[in-house]
């Protein structure tokens, strides 16, 4: 067998996964007993698995994907760059490339320092340690710790997880957490927010000269299960934090490149933080590239003589890959030749009206902002599994989604059409209804008998 034959049949792909691949986030017992699906091409916003059968990606690849799949401009960019140079290190040399997108990417957002990695994790990471950093130096030696908001999610790494707040991901790691300051968000923009407020007012209060910086995402709190919170309440928390003497650090990772209905989230609201986390839309769902953004003020306090060691030792090795530059590149041209963003408005429109319309008594809530959406369910036991079994019974309508808790969420390309977005939502519906039959089927199952 030659090391890239293609020639498996389905189970013999199958096979081969479940003896060697450890997947993210899964618990493996569950995963030999579900039928899997193996993804071997994909075309637009559709996914094609091995035996050639469609699927549309509702999640965007995890909530990268922007364009869709295998667009002719981001392929051309890569193969054009490909053709030039696929990996040169940014430690001790430049690159085209990369710095092209920096040029870009500042002009986008307004910060003028660009401080590239390879994932969100690491984007946040690298926010931690610049803002931390950039408080020793300034002088504000006491300033050693983050606050964050309650169900944050930053990231999977040491610090990202230090700041992030889901008990069900970050519980067992606990010991090896550096310790946040907890400030409350609502799990709906407007519930509460007044009270939260006030609340929070005293945190900052209490804790304010020790905190280095801020951490949030902005306006909506995504692997939480699309929680919202409105811009008057985001703001007021920066304005506190700010006051207190933090730097602010936006996590756009999940809401960046129109996820929100803008380009960036903080684009809805006043706020403007020191610094911005940018990863997961970056290259259009591509390739593996990260940036952390900072103003001048948090680059300048990194200067000075070598022997002031103001250096910020950091940096990984794909650092500002010439591949992932190009296409994060030709993706920033899609979105202005395109027009994606003002493309957003029907599609949100649609997405909001398919969902408003989903009637099964197992749906406690909808959650939107932008083309990000959850269908929340009834919790139920947490062995039930329903939300998740929900998923499932989705890809024998030809959709893919995820759940996260009770949450089925919806997390489509930016390039769906609204037809699409209400095949995703159609799907769900049928998917409940023949995973959990609600009394309207039971009743119509006993008047036809
Ligand atoms: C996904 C996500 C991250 C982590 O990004 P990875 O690329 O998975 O490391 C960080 N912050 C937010 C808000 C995210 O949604």
Same mark, same amino acid.
């Not at 994909?42 to 990606?57: K, S, T």
């Not at 209804?433 to 009394?439: E, K, V």
């Given at each position: ?24 986030? *899964? ?61 040169? *290190? ?6 085209? *490339? ?31 340690? /610049? ?44 010991? /090896? ?21 006030? +609340? ?69 609201? !006043?706020?403007?933080?020191?610094? #911005? ?41 794909? *650092?500002?890959?010439? #591949? ?20 957003? !408005? ?8 398919? /969902?408003? !319309? ?13 083309? /990000?959406?959850?269908?929340? #369910? !009834?919790?139920?036991?947490? +062995? ?44 769900? +519906? ?20």
């Amino acid at each position: 067998m030659s090391r890239t034959d293609h020639s498996h049949t389905a189970s013999e792909w199958a096979q081969l996964d479940l003896r060697h691949v450890w997947h993210p986030f *899964t618990q493996h017992d569950e995963w030999v007993a579900q039928p899997m699906i193996v993804v071997d091409r994909a075309e637009g916003v559709e996914l094609i698995d091995v035996e050639g059968r469609r699927y549309l990606d509702g999640t965007s690849s995890l909530w990268c994907n922007v364009h869709g799949h295998r667009h002719p401009k981001i392929d051309a960019a890569i193969r054009a760059q490909l053709d030039r140079v696929s990996h040169t *290190t940014q430690l001790g040399l430049a690159g085209t *490339t990369a710095i092209a997108l920096a040029e870009r990417l500042a002009t986008l957002t307004g910060f003028p320092r660009v401080f590239y990695s390879d994932s969100g994790s690491t984007a946040v990471e690298v926010a931690l340690k /610049m803002a931390f950093q950039a408080q020793q130096q300034r002088g504000n030696t006491q300033r050693t710790r983050f606050a964050a908001l309650t169900e944050a999610y930053h990231g999977d790494t040491i610090g990202s997880v230090s700041v992030g707040g889901i008990p069900l991901f970050h519980g067992i790691y606990k010991p /090896m957490l550096f310790d946040a300051v907890r400030v409350p968000s609502p799990d709906r923009a407007g519930e509460g927010e007044a009270a939260l407020l006030a +609340e929070a007012e005293g945190i900052f209060r209490e804790h304010g000269d020790t905190l280095a910086a801020f951490i949030f995402e902005p306006l909506v709190q995504g692997a939480a299960g699309i929680r919202t919170h409105s811009a008057a309440f985001l703001e007021a928390l920066c304005r506190m934090a700010r006051d207190a003497g933090a730097l602010l650090v936006a996590d756009e990772v999940a809401t960046g490149f129109g996820r929100t209905g803008t380009m960036f989230a903080i684009d809805q609201t !006043a706020v403007r933080p020191d610094i #911005l986390c940018v990863a997961k839309g970056l290259t259009g769902g591509y390739l593996p590239l990260a940036a952390t953004l900072t103003t001048e003020a948090v680059f300048a306090s990194f200067r000075g003589p070598y022997t002031e060691w103001k250096t910020l030792f950091h940096g990984h090795t794909y *650092t500002g890959n010439p #591949l992932a530059c190009a296409a994060a590149l030709a993706s920033l041209d899609l979105f202005e030749d395109d027009c994606v963003i003002a493309g957003l !408005a029907p599609k949100i429109e649609a997405l909001r009206d398919a /969902m408003a !319309a989903v009637r099964h008594p197992a749906v406690i809530e909808v959650r939107q902002i932008g083309l /990000m959406a959850a269908i929340v #369910l !009834a919790g139920g036991p947490t +062995e039930a599994r329903l939300a998740h079994r929900v998923t499932l019974a989705c890809r024998d309508e030809g959709v893919i989604v995820r759940c996260l808790g009770d949450a089925v969420v919806i997390m489509p390309p930016l390039v769906m059409t609204p037809a699409d977005l209400r095949r995703i939502v159609t799907a769900v +519906e049928t998917a409940l209804g023949r995973t959990l039959p609600g009394p309207a089927q039971g009743t119509q199952a006993n008047r036809a008998e």
